[in-house]
Nanobody, 121 residues
């Protein structure tokens, strides 16, 4: 299995910054894409940003220019630097990895437990 552990959430004022981290561990054969999703109360989970093993990135329009996703392949860790935060960024942020575990050599989706980000106005 592959486990994802997030850290770095919290409470910040509008205009502030936070950095989220997500470390993958376990019986990992390979990790393809990693990314961050978020879910606000009463809303569907949405993609925030994603990055492939080769470094190609994709962002939601709402965060372009404010958020930056990066990845350390050697550490199986993905980061999300969030700047110029807005109250509408308030949500639970989930780490996602598309990975192959050594227990079955099958590519699967893995999710972290989520970390709360709250932006006050």
């Amino acid at each position: 299995q592959v486990q994802l552990v997030e850290s770095g959430g919290g409470l910040v004022q509008a205009g502030g910054s936070l950095r989220l981290s997500c470390a993958a561990s376990g019986s990992i054969f390979s990790i393809n894409a990693m990314g961050w999703y978020r879910q606000a109360p009463g809303k569907q989970r949405e993609l925030v940003a994603a990055i492939t093993s080769g470094g190609s990135t994709n962002y939601a329009d709402s965060v372009k220019g404010r958020f930056t996703i990066s990845r350390d392949n050697a550490k199986n860790t993905v980061y999300l630097q969030m700047n110029s935060l807005k109250p509408e960024d308030t949500a639970v942020y989930y780490c996602n990895a598309i990975a192959v575990a050594t227990m079955n050599y099958r590519m699967d989706d893995y999710w972290g437990q989520g970390t709360q980000v709250t932006v006050s106005s």
